[in-house]
Nanobody, 121 residues
Framework: QVPLVESGGRSVQTGGSLRLSCQVSGFDLKRHCFGWFRQTPTSYEREHVGQITPDGTTAYANSVKGRFTISKELAENTLYLQMDKLKPEDTAMYFC??????????????WGQGTQVTVSS
């Protein structure tokens, strides 16, 4: 059973909205730190988008603050990334990640396989 499975990525126009989902298996949403990262083909490394702590506190990169919202639904074992007012520069492969403690360290995280978001102008 794959522990983190993302879905919801697709093509959308500038200004549109998308909600990405990350189905979580084998991790406790109440005890682990979860986050979203993104990467383009030319990225040096995966860019941190935001994270949510076990108690539900969220933090975001400046590039997405005020436009993106991370949430989790314990009953569904699912992590969400609501993306509004999308821009072409948001185009990337989006990954969810989990570690035992926050902040999420890339080399210690468990990763999903990613879901592609493409924003056209």
């Amino acid at each position: 059973q794959v522990p983190l499975v993302e879905s919801g990525g697709r093509s959308v126009q500038t200004g549109g909205s998308l909600r990405l989902s990350c189905q979580v298996s084998g991790f406790d949403l109440k005890r682990h730190c979860f986050g979203w990262f993104r990467q383009t083909p030319t990225s040096y490394e995966r860019e941190h988008v935001g994270q949510i702590t076990p108690d539900g506190t969220t933090a975001y990169a400046n590039s997405v603050k005020g436009r993106f919202t991370i949430s989790k639904e314990l009953a569904e074992n699912t992590l969400y990334l609501q993306m509004d007012k999308l821009k072409p520069e948001d185009t990337a492969m989006y990954f969810c990640a989990s570690t035992r403690t926050c902040p999420i360290m890339r080399d210690r995280a468990d990763w999903g396989q990613g879901t592609q978001v493409t924003v056209s102008s």
